[in-house]
């Protein structure tokens, strides 16, 4: 079994990221990606695939208490030098230190100083307007700048601080499941990913809602697994629950199906019916208290019931709108649902008012790749009758993902991110199981990477006039 990121994979990764960025710049010479997001992108890839290899090798040999503390500090370190240098980066770009258009970052800004400002009856005022869905990520905002008045960083380091515990958490989870080498191939990939550290470094609720979702995963998996149950855990697995309602009410949802899907096709230790009633008996009685309030349920049935209009709806703007593509009105589920742990592709293309996915283009580029590992390890899982023993994992990832792929959000790198963790570990459980055989199926993948991403770029363009 392979236990760290081959030097085969990384060089070629790195390789076809530059062969990818000179053709489309070649085809699509009038609009050539700034410079300034060529380096961002070069350093997202690069800095993935190269200390991907060299630290899955050399924190092999580590105690895993060793391991487990290089890991959350190097996290903490990545996360927190990104956060101060994002913070006067948009300060030079923007004249604020916010991303770019950042009308969600500046609101969440707003709204959790308010209480510090101008008293806790505003802001209960305010909050009082203020979708369920939105409210905790408000509510914890509101209490830093509380104690800390309304620092900017000192969220944003809280934002570090739960990142790099996430990292820890996905190596316990993997681990468990697939064994030590994979579990800290899993933590470093997590460590390293660029899509995960960019959410450290502004002001929306991402990192916040990746850390709860993998607490929540990480606290279940352990009773399942076990076949115990422990108070610890259990309380762990139910704050977290109950504290998704308020950042995404319908992952709160997949989170239960994904509990329930979990306990009836377990095959571990949790083998006598009368733990599993009694645990889903639990877990009901949680969720029907969770969601005893009219606006938690209005909100799950709005997005559920309009989920087919919602993303026909959110397409045809993005094709009206000012700026907007017109090919976007004919995508849909039938395009998002094959491609959904590949998408968002990266844009390597001068778009207008994209700044944002520009600058991210290379993360996003990571995971085309990664995603390719990802679908092996399912298919091998599934051949093998494997995937019966690792469902908490499985169903969290595959029913989020199907939720996002019948959504208006399918092509939306900002709600992936509850999922990547899990398709991170799942990308380390597909290196493990490579043999020389599948060296070929590597350069497949890698060059329709390459075909898909100009022909990303075109859409792009063409979509909007600009070819």
Excluded at 22 to 33: E, M
């Amino acid at each position: 079994m392979i236990t760290f990121l081959p030097k085969l994979v990384s060089r070629k990764a790195i390789t076809f990221y530059f062969v990818t960025l000179a053709l489309v710049s070649v085809l699509f010479v009038n609009q050539i990606l700034p410079l300034v997001w060529v380096l961002f992108g070069t350093v997202e890839v690069c800095s993935f695939f190269y200390f991907g290899n060299v630290l899955t090798k050399q924190w092999r040999t580590f105690h895993p208490n060793v391991f487990v503390r290089k890991l959350f500090w190097t996290a903490l370190s990545i996360r927190l030098v990104y956060a101060i240098f994002a913070y006067f980066f948009y300060d030079i770009m923007t004249g604020q230190p916010f991303m770019f258009h950042a009308a969600d970052e500046l609101w969440y800004y707003d709204m959790s100083k308010m209480w510090s400002e101008q008293g806790l009856t505003a802001f209960q005022k305010a909050i009082a307007t203020t979708a369920f869905s939105d409210s905790g990520e408000i509510y914890w905002d509101a209490f830093l700048c509380k104690i800390m008045g309304p620092n900017i960083l000192g969220v944003r380091f809280f934002h570090c601080l739960v990142g790099a515990t996430t990292c820890v958490l996905i190596y316990q989870l993997a681990k468990r499941h697939f064994g030590e080498g994979v579990g800290r191939m899993s933590a470093i990939f997590c460590m390293l990913m660029p899509n995960l550290v960019y959410y450290c470094g502004i002001h929306l609720k991402e990192a916040d809602l990746v850390f709860l979702t993998v607490l929540f995963v990480d606290s279940i998996d352990r009773m399942i697994v076990s076949g115990k149950f422990n108070t610890k855990y259990f309380i762990w697995a139910l704050l977290s629950f109950l504290a998704i309602f308020t950042f995404r009410t319908v992952l709160g949802a997949i989170e239960l199906i994904a509990t329930f899907v979990a306990l009836v096709f377990n095959k571990g230790p949790l083998n006598n019916w009368w733990k599993r009633v009694a645990i889903i008996v639990v877990v009901a009685i949680a969720m029907s208290v969770t969601v005893i309030g009219n606006r938690i349920i209005g909100e799950f049935e709005e997005v559920w019931e309009g989920r087919v209009m919602n993303q026909r709806a959110g397409m045809e703007w993005r094709a009206e709108r000012e700026g907007g593509n017109a090919f976007a009105r004919y995508a849909s589920k039938t395009v998002f649902a094959p491609l959904i742990f590949t998408i968002p592709f990266p844009t390597m293309v001068n778009t207008p008012g994209q700044e944002n996915q520009q600058m991210l283009h290379g993360g996003n580029y990571v995971k085309n790749i990664m995603s390719g590992f990802v679908i092996f390890a399912l298919v091998m899982l599934l051949l093998n009758g494997d995937w019966r023993k690792h469902t908490m994992p499985l169903a969290l990832m595959l029913g989020y993902l199907t939720v996002i792929a019948f959504s208006n959000f399918a092509h939306s790198e900002r709600f992936h991110q509850p999922a990547l963790p899990f398709e991170l570990m799942f990308a380390a459980v597909g290196i493990s199981m490579l043999k020389k055989k599948h060296v070929k199926w590597i350069d497949y993948w890698m060059y329709g990477i390459v075909v898909a991403n100009i022909a990303w770029a075109w859409f792009k363009l063409a979509g909007r006039g600009m070819l």
